[in-house]
């Protein structure tokens, strides 16, 4: 078992950035693959970002590349979603997961995940 807690939401104008955190604790966090996906109001929750276990291997959705980065650090048990020029668009509830079935790659479909976290609120204003 994992427990996974978001932070780093919060409201920023369009063009700006914003750095989300997911703090684990429980089971070795490198045990685990990890993602960040998203979910706006009355939409499905989408993917956004993963990174293997150690870090090696990252994934991004379409429309985040070259502006969000994720990273993670196994020592401080923490994984990262670094946002830049943040759009309206990108105004959505952040969750972070954790993956435990599988020793190497990168994932990119909700049900891949065992563990989720309680989201952190992105709102972006134009």
């Known amino acids: 078992q994992v427990q996974l807690v978001e932070s780093g939401g919060g409201l920023v104008q369009a063009g700006d950035s914003l750095r989300l955190s997911c703090a684990a604790s429980?089971?070795?966090?490198?045990?685990?693959?990890m993602g960040w996906f998203r979910q706006a109001p009355e939409k499905e929750r989408e993917f956004v970002a993963a990174i293997s276990r150690v870090g090696g291997m990252t994934y991004y959705a379409d429309s985040m590349k070259g502006r969000f980065t994720i990273t993670r650090d196994n020592a401080r048990n923490t994984q990262y979603l670094q946002m830049d020029s943040l759009k309206p668009e990108d105004t959505a509830v952040y969750y972070c997961a954790a993956q435990a079935s599988s020793l190497f790659g990168v994932f990119t479909r909700a049900d891949e995940y065992q563990f989720w976290g309680q989201g952190t609120q992105v709102t972006v204003s134009s």
């Open positions: 429980g089971r070795t966090f490198s045990s685990y693959a």
